[in-house]
């Protein structure tokens, strides 16, 4: 008997509902009246949350998603003539429309690469030193992504690296933390550890794909870097009228740990999806799940079959490797159901 159907269950950790927690914070803020753009007590006590998780007086803003999140964080690290260096699979570069492009009003991504979606510091220090002079824009800011696009993390010696070339090289550093609480549950290690003891200035810190229904978080850790953000925020349209439905979520996560639980959760259930997978003919695993991400390759008539079952998951195309996203809620039933059409599908494809 299998109860489950096949679906979006794989495609991306957005494609899971809200957490319980989440929800509740909403439905608890959505009583009677309250200040309006973000002048609430909720947005207070999210900001606060924030603050006492990183153990910084940081500069908090909650906004709709990743992708202004990262824009608007890099357009306010750069000048329209500098530039942002980037691993060639980031997602400011892959997935934002040229938005970290647009918000600076041309600031331009010089790509890197960098084994298993983390930059190379060597590379970077290759791109910087290739030019020096005014007809280049000059290299401003490091973006890296923890954990990467790859599935990957940064671990503390790789940080030290990186934080040790920007320093050389005078970059900023940027991270885009969509998925920092996965990281944080693999490295297991204290907020600050992955970022400000780290060097990083600017911290774009994921909501969504942890459980809630929309939101993003930018942090700074540098108090110039932050000036007038609020006004970036409003002007591309990214200061909520209702903020207290935006920051509440933040408190029902933060303030119960769920976030992290949530991230534990999700990394769990893709590592014993990787180990499952290693039983199955002709599919080869990535062996560095360090996230919610397991990366794979079938035989394309085998992907095909699945897909035809019902099932969905994205290629990525510079990779050559099929991804399967687990998240806050998905459970051990859904990945056999997974497993015995993968099961169906190789017999059908031998
Ligand atoms: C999902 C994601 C984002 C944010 O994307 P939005 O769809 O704009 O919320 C940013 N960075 C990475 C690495 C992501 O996976």
Not at 6 to 16: E, K, R, V, Y
Not at 280 to 299: D, H, I, M, T, Y
């Amino acid at each position: 008997m299998n109860a489950i159907e096949p679906g979006f269950q794989f495609a991306s950790d957005n494609t899971s509902g809200v957490c319980p927690e989440a929800w509740n914070a909403m439905l608890e803020a959505n009583s009677g009246y309250a200040a309006s753009y973000g002048d609430d007590p909720w947005t207070k006590r999210a900001r606060e949350l924030v603050r006492e998780i990183f153990e910084f007086d940081c500069h908090v803003y909650f906004i709709f998603n990743g992708t202004a999140a990262n824009s608007l964080a890099l357009a306010s690290m750069c000048q329209s003539y500098h530039s942002v260096l980037a691993h060639q699979l980031a997602h400011v570069e892959t997935d934002e429309c040229g938005g970290p492009e647009f918000f600076s009003n041309g600031t331009k991504l010089l790509l890197v690469e960098g084994e298993g979606g983390r930059v190379d510091p060597a590379a970077v220090e290759k791109v910087v030193r290739r030019r020096s002079d005014v007809h280049f824009p000059k290299p401003k800011v490091l973006s890296i992504t923890q954990a990467t696009e790859m599935g990957t993390v940064y671990r503390g010696e790789d940080l030290d690296r990186i934080y040790e070339t920007a320093r050389r090289l005078h970059l900023n550093l940027h991270m885009d933390g969509s998925r920092f609480a996965n990281a944080l549950a693999t490295l297991n290690v204290s907020p600050k550890e992955l970022t400000w003891k780290a060097g990083v200035d600017v911290l774009c810190l994921g909501g969504t794909k942890n459980g809630m229904a929309v939101g993003d978080c930018v942090v700074f850790f540098d108090d110039d870097l932050a000036y007038e953000f609020e006004y970036r925020c409003k002007q591309a349209g990214q200061l909520a009228s209702k903020m207290r439905y935006l920051s509440a979520p933040w408190v029902g996560l933060l303030e119960s740990g769920v976030w992290l639980k949530n991230a534990q959760h999700a990394n769990a259930m893709a590592r014993l999806f990787a180990e499952r997978l290693q039983a199955f003919p002709g599919v080869s695993v990535r062996n560095n799940v360090e996230s919610n991400a397991v990366f794979l390759q079938f035989p394309p008539a085998v992907a095909a079959a699945l897909r035809s079952a019902g099932w969905h998951f994205h290629d990525f195309i510079g990779v050559g490797e099929s991804r399967l996203m687990c998240s806050w809620n998905t459970t051990e039933q859904e990945i056999e159901a997974f497993l015995k059409s993968l099961a169906d599908a190789i017999k059908q494809n031998p």
